[in-house]
């Protein structure tokens, strides 16, 4: 409201409390000098804020103890929201006007917007991880002993608190005139029970502290021992230098956070200094473009007739609007690592056009450049890449598909129709079976069934050299249950050809999913869910997620991002999903590329998907006829994308 000095002797009131009662270096004296920061900021104190703010993000980005001490949600996800708009804010205010930004201040904001791309689907995974822990004896027993470690020491600094409380209600009994008016013999009394309350007061701190390091000692351990755990529940925040290290030659990581002001980009190479951007389009503009060109690019369900015609112009001007200020290292660049949120995590960015078309030539893609990988943030590519990679597994696939939906019927024949896989559409007598709809109903049974998904599969299996007899589960067989009590650590590829379903596509679900077979039994769910997706143990090059939504999804994405990270979690190192629906013909083809002989000599997976990518752009498959991005652009590689 512009009240700057009420706010700055608010926000001081609160610091010099919390610093008085729990110490500088504790998450919540840390939060307080973020709020501090907040109003420094405001009022051009540029030094004294940044200071404040490093006191917040040693907290929220440094400690992932600090995070989970700082749970951000209600109020206090408010609070720190501002305070990290507001440091988000001046980062893009200064880029825009032109002015250096300190590469300290474009790596914390780099450190932020990885941070806040977690969101929904990092508290869907912590909310998931019960029955994890049901099967790990020993993680749990390490986390109920940081559980209790974190009551011992809020009981610590809650004594500690009651005797600061009587400590000041004894200091300001002396500043009134009764009590100086009183005999000196009562007075010295008095002040000796003062001095005597501040030594109590020492041993409390010294006690709080030692509670506080004990917790941070067990948090630690839980990190040494579970990393991987560490790596799902409480994500270190990686620093520049950091993701540096992680690349390898020819790799480069691009970070796109959007605001509302303008989208901050980070390209990130093996090599040399980080480039840092900032890209004119609001997070508005963003969407606005991305539906536009995803309008363009995913024909599957529009009459050939009304299809929209492809206009690399448009591609080109959004690849000159976003990714102009970085195209000069983006030349240098053979594998691009993608980190992004919101609508930019649903467009195939390997479909952008990077040259002003030419009448009569084929468009500049960006595929013919690189090859693009996508990660759901950039923490995941140290999680990915921090211990060393088993060996590989001894068998080649194994895959479920063509699930029967209802259990009363009998399994459908094969198909080999241009019904769309790879990312199939929900529909249900004629209409979106996406939400729950009072006045028509839903059945779980009137989920249109993919026969076409055996054609996908066997592709897969053939290109492998594995047996659909024995490496295949399909119809009836492919139930939830089967891929939880089917060992999978011996296989280099799991592939699921089902529906994807996101909260709220079916009453009752509130995590991305994986439609399997009906059993037609009751109280048995037939949805393969991110639960149980973090008890499978893995031992996969690939995860194959030949299902609608494996990609895209509501709210920009995060919520499936959830599912990828859960895969990650069991063993894969990567996962190939898609971001739309395309024909089955095309989708058998590219989706078992990949897999073939020629391919597997790529220098990396994200190579093979790119080859086999160009195969139907140059027409040596197909003939020319799958040139249309919209065939060969939705396959995404999330994950690692080096073999």
Not at 217 to 238: C, G, K, N, S
């Amino acid at each position: 409201n512009g009240r700057l000095e009420e706010a700055v002797d608010a926000a001081e009131r609160q610091f010099r409390a919390r610093l008085r009662l729990y110490g500088a270096a504790h998450p919540l004296t840390q939060e307080s000098a973020g709020v501090r920061a907040v109003v420094r900021l405001r009022r051009g104190e540029l030094s004294a804020a940044m200071s404040d703010y490093e006191s917040l993000f040693s907290a929220t980005l440094d400690s992932p103890g600090g995070w989970i001490d700082l749970d951000a949600r209600g109020v206090r996800g408010f609070v720190l929201g501002v305070a990290f708009d507001e440091f988000m804010r001046h980062v893009v205010e200064r880029s825009r006007r032109g002015e250096r930004v300190d590469e300290a201040l474009t790596d914390r904001a780099l450190q932020l917007a990885d941070r806040m791309s977690l969101g929904a689907a990092q508290r869907a995974i912590t909310d998931s991880t019960a029955r994890l822990l049901a099967g790990t004896p020993a993680l749990r027993a390490l986390l109920e002993q940081e559980q209790a470690q974190r009551q011992a020491a809020a009981q610590a600094f809650g004594r500690l608190n009651t005797a600061l409380g009587e400590e000041d209600r004894l200091r300001r009994e002396t500043q009134t005139d009764a009590f100086k008016a009183r005999p000196e013999a009562e007075r010295k009394a008095h002040a000796e029970r003062l001095r005597l309350h501040r030594e109590q007061i020492k041993t409390l701190q010294a006690e709080a502290a030692q509670a506080r390091a004990a917790l941070e000692t067990q948090r630690q351990a839980i990190a040494a021992q579970f990393p991987a755990y560490a790596d799902l529940v409480t994500p270190a925040t990686p620093r520049v230098d950091v993701l540096r290290r992680l690349l390898q030659p020819g790799e480069a990581l691009l970070v796109v956070h959007a605001t509302e002001s303008a989208t901050l980009l980070w390209l990130i190479g093996a090599d040399g200094r980080p480039a840092f951007a900032t890209s004119a389009l609001t997070a508005a503009q963003l969407a606005t473009r991305v539906a536009e060109l995803r309008r363009m690019l995913d024909v599957g369900e529009v009459p050939a007739a009304q299809r929209p015609a492809l206009q690399p112009a448009l591609l080109h001007a959004f690849y000159r609007d976003l990714l102009g200020p970085l195209d000069a290292p983006l030349r240098d660049v053979k594998s691009l690592i993608v980190a992004s949120s919101g609508p930019l995590a649903s467009l195939p960015l390997a479909a952008l056009v990077t040259e002003p078309p030419v009448a009569g030539a084929a468009p500049a893609w960006l595929l013919r450049r690189l090859s693009v990988t996508q990660l759901p943030s950039a923490a995941a590519l140290q999680a990915l890449r921090r211990v060393a990679r088993p060996p590989a597994a001894a068998r080649a696939l194994l895959g479920f598909g063509d699930p029967l939906f209802d259990a009363s019927a009998k399994a459908p024949a094969a198909s080999a129709s241009s019904t769309a896989a790879g990312g199939r559409s929900l529909v249900v007598s004629g209409k979106p079976a996406t939400r729950y709809d009072a006045e028509w109903g839903f059945r779980y049974a009137d989920i249109p069934p993919l026969p076409e998904t055996r054609v996908e599969l066997t592709a897969v299996a053939q290109a492998l050299g594995a047996d659909p007899a024995t490496d295949l589960v399909l119809g009836a067989r492919a139930t939830r249950q089967a891929v939880l009590t089917t060992p999978m650590a011996d296989r280099r590829v799991v592939a699921f050809a089902t529906h994807g379903l996101m909260p709220g596509d079916q009453p009752g679900i509130s995590k991305p999913a994986l439609a399997m077979a009906a059993t037609g039994q009751d109280g048995e769910s037939p949805l393969l869910e991110l639960d149980d997706v973090l008890t499978l143990r893995l031992n996969a090059q690939w995860v194959l997620l030949s299902a609608c939504n494996t990609a895209a999804g509501e709210q920009g994405g995060a919520a499936m991002s959830g599912l990828v990270r859960g895969f990650f979690f069991a063993g894969a190192r990567s996962v190939l999903a898609t971001h739309w629906a395309v024909e089955t013909a095309p989708a058998a083809q590219l989706s078992s590329l990949p897999f073939r002989e020629p391919a597997l000599g790529s220098p990396s997976r994200a190579d093979s998907l790119r080859q086999a990518q160009l195969a139907l752009v140059d027409g040596r498959i197909g003939g020319g006829r799958w040139a249309h991005p919209f065939y060969w652009a939705p396959y995404a590689l999330f994950g690692d994308p080096a073999r």
